[in-house]
């Protein structure tokens, strides 16, 4: 379904969170097109505001105050935001490769996924260069440059390759920054020299008079400066150009370049391998698909790869993708043939540039900064809108008649046997799964019957389980994943080995293709954890319904005097977590898009996370009982285990290991719909008031979907087992507690700070 509640018709693919791109998205959540569904395929999470970039390594910006959070803005839009990168495009079926997930189908499709450095045409500057270029993930770059440079006191040269507008304001920045750090730090500033190469004059691109201002501040600021002098190529330490110069750090800033995977994709392209679009911004080679900033080449009219183009072309597209979806003609567009470029000198100093004018001002400086920042304001406060109306079925304009047709019959659906989904479309989607097979599955999907059959394993007894639960995210692949996981943890909980699952899903009323899709990611999803985990996919049920949900009854093998039971625990062990606690406050936050891209993210990252070595591994420390922190949250579970083992527990509120961002979000007072109910339980709890107010305490009793194995390790074990844990990649595994004999209290939980 699409946000006002409308079956979905077409589907709009936005590939890169890049400037023209933040602004559909916006333009999408203040306007929603009924029958129109949204997805943002992003490489990046936090996508920079190019225009700040410089400030941000001169140090006058903070991160959050120059990069767009997408997760706030696509929830704004009604987007589904897939956390990955396109590889190329299959344009007969209309669909979007992705590294780390099926194919993405489309009907309309757009990139604004900016350029990459050109370095393929200068010997050893991909081995021995830092790239500036994806300015995404940059400030990870810059950080690296700025830990080794203040290292240690010994003279450097920092070398910055390219003197357009980007590279001389790059030097300016970090010359800036680099300078007042060792200031600040009792360093000698003047053990750094900078030097700036290019191959041509200082900003080929802006009239002579700026070219002639930079270069006196250059001078100004001892910068060594090499213009007309084209890097041939780089060895480690020296750049080669009209003549070696020696450089420690290099930044290379030269022209962009496109990736690569635009022209294999069959698209027609200039001579730097950008996408050849119209002056509609529709690509010259394939009307479904659009492009915008850095990776279009607009024939008509070529400019500079600039932000403040990407940015320019952000609502010519929006109409144009609007007009697509809804079956009309494209509309030409003309950008300024002149426009204000505001370059900053590294000092809260800038230098205007438009066609043969320039001018310098601290000023001007201040009006970019404001210029910027009302920029970012319109991607940070995203107004608060009303829920869009639900129609019943999409405008005329969006739909084609044969979507419409079929949209009708939805309409006229029952519920019983006809919720369920059409058996050609279940089998075109089990067709395309690769499904394990296990010698022990005597009937399974490769010989459909009416039920599985299955051959108990030799001398184990049989674990059962089951899960089912509704999509808190809008990615069903991903969902599909936390949601196999999320049952299989059961499994693993016990001590037991996963043998065969069957499936519980319902997918959203739509159009056949879309339904099959929604069902085909999902599904995707859940195999890609139910095959690594060895459990053969035997069976299921699918039914139509208002949300995508997905859930499994899991079999698994166990030892039966091996199972590792709630009520094992015993006085004079640790407690371990296995993963950090935070999700229902997290994803309560996400629903009021009230939560960072990344904090959400991590999360997901962390439900992905699969408890089968952690349970090996606390097995083999020695632990006695076991169990997966799930709805009830840790203090409930917990609570599960101390009764029937006879004992009391110690929490240690300060050793509770957190996702980043929920305590922001219990401070925020956003809570999972889950928490009161868990709450309930504070009653557990000795001499509680205390640290109530302290927003951990809340987190006992937040909610977790996937979460982490809480187990009892003997005490002189617990250590190395969390080593090991750690070593293993459950990075925030940590002892949280102990466990104590029972006392006379009738509150079993002691919580302490
Ligand atoms: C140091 C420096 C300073 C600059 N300063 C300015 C300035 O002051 N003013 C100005 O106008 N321009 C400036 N530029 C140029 C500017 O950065 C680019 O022109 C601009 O970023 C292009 O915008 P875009 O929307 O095309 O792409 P981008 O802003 O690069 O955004 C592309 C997005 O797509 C994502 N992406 C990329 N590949 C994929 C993929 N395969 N799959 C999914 N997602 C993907 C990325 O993560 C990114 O979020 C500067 C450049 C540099 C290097």
């Known amino acids: 379904m699409t946000p006002g509640g409308v079956a979905i018709v077409k589907d709009l693919v936005l590939v890169g969170g890049g400037h023209a791109h933040v602004a559909v998205l916006r333009s999408f959540g203040m306007k929603p097109m009924p029958g129109v569904r949204l997805t943002l395929i992003a490489r990046d999470i936090e996508t920079p505001y190019s225009g700040m970039l410089p400030g941000f390594i001169a140090g006058h910006y903070r991160f959050a105050e120059c990069h767009i959070d997408l997760g706030p803005l696509a929830a704004f839009a009604g987007a589904r935001l897939y956390h990955d990168e396109a590889i190329g495009i299959d344009r007969a079926k209309r669909h979007v490769l992705c590294a780390g997930r099926p194919p993405v189908p489309y009907d309309v499709l757009s990139l604004d996924i900016g350029s990459r450095p050109r370095q393929h045409d200068v010997p050893g500057s991909a081995e021995h260069t830092t790239p500036v270029k994806p300015i995404d993930g940059f400030a990870e770059r810059w950080a690296e440059i700025v830990a080794r440079v203040t290292a240690d006191n010994r003279p450097l040269r920092i070398g910055v390759i390219g003197g357009g507008a980007g590279g001389v304001e790059l030097t300016l920045a970090i010359h800036h920054r680099l300078r007042a750090l060792l200031r600040q730090a009792g360093q000698d500033p003047d053990r750094l020299t900078f030097v700036l190469v290019t191959a041509h004059e200082l900003l080929p691109t802006h009239n002579q008079k700026v070219g002639r201002i930079f270069a006196r501040v250059l001078a100004e600021r001892g910068v060594e400066v090499h213009t007309k002098s084209p890097v041939r190529s780089v060895e480690a330490g020296t750049v080669i150009a009209s003549k070696r110069i020696a450089l420690d750090e290099i930044l290379w800033v030269t022209q962009a370049g496109a990736a690569?995977?635009?022209?294999?994709?069959?698209?027609?392209?200039?001579?730097g391998g950008f996408v050849k679009v119209h002056d509609t911004l529709q690509t010259v080679s394939d009307p479904a698909v659009f492009a915008a900033g850095d990776v279009a080449a607009v024939e008509t009219h070529p400019r500079p790869k600039a932000g403040v183009f990407a940015v320019r072309q952000g609502p010519p597209l929006t109409d144009n993708l609007r007009r697509a979806l809804a079956g009309q003609a494209p509309r030409p567009?003309?950008?300024?043939?002149?426009?204000?470029?505001?370059?900053?000198?590294?000092?809260?100093?800038?230098?205007?540039?438009?066609?043969?004018?320039?001018?310098?001002?601290?000023?001007?400086?201040?009006?970019?900064?404001?210029?910027?920042?009302?920029?970012?304001?319109?991607?940070?406060?995203?107004p608060v809108m009303r829920t869009a109306p639900v129609a019943a079925v999409p405008s005329a304009g969006v739909a084609d008649a044969a979507a419409l047709q079929e949209l009708s019959t939805i309409a006229m659906r029952c519920g019983g046997c006809g919720a369920k989904v059409g058996s050609t479309v279940l089998s075109r989607v089990m067709s395309r799964l690769a499904v394990i097979q296990r010698d022990d599955v005597v009937i399974g999907l490769n010989a459909p019957d009416d039920a599985a059959i299955v051959r108990p394993v030799p001398g184990k007894a049989l674990i059962h389980t089951v899960d089912y639960f509704r999509a808190f995210i809008d990615d069903p692949y991903v969902f599909g994943r936390i949601a196999a996981n999320h049952s299989l943890g059961d499994v693993y909980a016990m001590g037991g080995e996963p043998q065969t699952a069957l499936a519980i899903a319902t997918?959203?009323?739509?159009?056949?293709?879309?339904?099959?899709d929604d069902l085909f990611q999902m599904m995707s999803g859940a195999l890609t954890v139910l095959n690594e985990a060895g459990a053969a996919l035997v069976g299921g049920h699918t039914s139509e319904g208002a949300e995508l949900a997905l859930g499994f009854a899991v079999t698994g093998a166990?030892?039966?005097?091996?199972?590792?039971?709630?009520?094992?625990?015993?006085?004079g062990?640790?407690?371990?977590?296995?993963?950090?606690?935070?999700?229902?406050t997290l994803f309560a936050a996400a629903m009021r898009r009230q939560a960072r891209g990344i904090w959400i993210d991590e999360a997901l990252a962390s439900m992905q996370v699969t408890a089968r070595e952690a349970a090996t591994c606390l097995r083999r420390f020695g632990a006695t009982a076991c169990t997966d922190v799930t709805g009830f949250g840790l203090l409930g579970h917990l609570v599960e285990m101390t009764k029937p083992s006879g004992v009391e527990a110690e929490i240690r509120l300060g050793a509770l290991p957190l996702l980043a961002?929920?305590?922001?979000?219990?401070?925020?007072?956003?809570?999972?719909?889950?928490?009161?109910?868990?709450?309930?339980?504070r009653r557990a709890i000795r001499d509680g008031e205390a640290l109530k107010d302290d927003p951990r305490y809340a987190l006992l009793f937040d909610p977790q979907t996937a979460g982490g194995l809480l187990a009892g390790v003997p005490e002189a074990a617990a250590a190395e087992c969390v080593a090991e844990l750690r070593r293993l990649g459950y990075i925030a595994a940590a002892i949280i507690g102990r466990v104590l004999p029972s006392g006379d209290a009738a509150e079993p939980i002691r919580v302490v700070a």
Do not use: H
């Not at 690569?260 to 001579?271: A, L, N, P, V, Y």
């Not at 062990?573 to 229902?584: E, F, H, R, S, Y």
């Open 260 to 271: 690569q995977w635009i022209r294999e994709s069959g698209f027609d392209c200039d001579d």
């Open 507 to 516: 997918v959203p009323y739509g159009i056949e293709s879309k339904v099959e």
């Open 333 to 382: 567009f003309t950008p300024q043939s002149k426009f204000l470029s505001l370059i900053s000198t590294g000092d809260k100093y800038a230098v205007a540039s438009r066609g043969g004018w320039a001018a310098e001002a601290g000023w001007l400086w201040t009006l970019k900064d404001w210029i910027d920042r009302r920029f970012m304001d319109k991607y940070s406060d995203l």
């Open 573 to 584: 062990q640790a407690l371990i977590l296995t993963k950090p606690l935070g999700t229902g």
């Open 661 to 681: 961002g929920a305590v922001d979000t219990v401070r925020a007072g956003i809570f999972s719909s889950l928490q009161p109910q868990n709450l309930r339980l």
């Open 558 to 571: 166990i030892a039966e005097n091996e199972a590792l039971r709630k009520g094992g625990l015993m006085p």
